[in-house]
């Protein structure tokens, strides 16, 4: 059972590309959702909480679609600066259930 | 910066060896977790504590067991380490529990021989 799935990639695109991240979930209970970053070796580190509204920050916006189990990252006009793993995460209860990550690489 | 600290960073240890990885958050948070981090695998969580002397295992909690005697420690000991249990361990708090986002400490990058 894969609870939470995403496309490895990895996403090569170039600076000022807009990009698209997706990612399923499998429990419809579900009431959290995050994306998270990770750069190489280091810590996951939040990116942003993801509403059912649809939320907005800055370069990034984050979609969830409770019917359909989904939830999107996109990233606009993208920095070399956003090469990094990208985690899909979703909280059913106390634990977190983390995807295996997208990886996206920027290149100039 | 959610303060928290973890210790060693780096350790390499013998197969059937008991090894303990620290964690330790300045902000009094109620929650805290350990997750693994192996390729191919999302984090795993081992096991979490949601207050001094209550914790609970998670996913895969077998081959290790914790304590929190303090609200600031979450220790984290490999009984009798295997090469299965190489791996970065994370730390993680949460403010407030259930259905909140985690913040994670640097890793535990652990090598058994």
């Known amino acids: 059972r894969k609870e939470v799935e995403q496309d490895p990639g990895p996403f090569n695109v170039p600076e000022g590309a807009t990009v698209a991240f997706n990612c399923t979930y499998s429990?419809?209970?579900?009431?959290?959702f995050f994306w998270y970053r990770q750069d190489c070796r280091k810590e996951p580190k939040l990116l942003m909480s993801v509403y059912s509204s649809g939320n907005e920050d800055g370069r990034f916006t984050a979609q969830l679609n409770r019917a359909s189990q989904y939830i999107s990252l996109l990233i606009r006009d993208s920095k070399l600066s956003d090469s990094a793993t990208y985690l899909c995460v979703v909280n059913g209860g106390t634990a977190l259930i983390f995807g295996k990550g997208t990886t996206l690489s920027v290149s100039s | 910066d959610a303060g928290i600290t973890q210790s060693p960073r780096h350790k390499v240890t013998e197969t059937g060896t008991p090894v303990t990885l620290r964690c330790h958050q300045t902000?009094?948070?109620?929650?805290m977790y350990w997750y693994r981090q192996d390729p191919g695998h999302g984090l795993r969580l081992i096991h979490y504590?949601?207050?001094?002397?209550?914790?609970d295992k998670g996913e895969v909690s077998d081959g290790y067991s914790v304590s929190r005697s303090k609200t600031e420690d979450f220790l984290l000991t490999l009984e009798s380490a295997t090469s299965s249990q190489t791996s970065v361990y994370f730390c993680a708090i949460s403010y407030s529990g259930d259905y909140n986002e985690q913040f994670f400490g640097p890793g535990t990058r652990l090598t058994v021989l």
């Open positions: 504590s949601y207050g001094v002397k209550d914790t």
């Open positions: 429990n419809s209970a579900s009431q959290s």
């Open positions: 902000e009094n948070h109620r929650y």
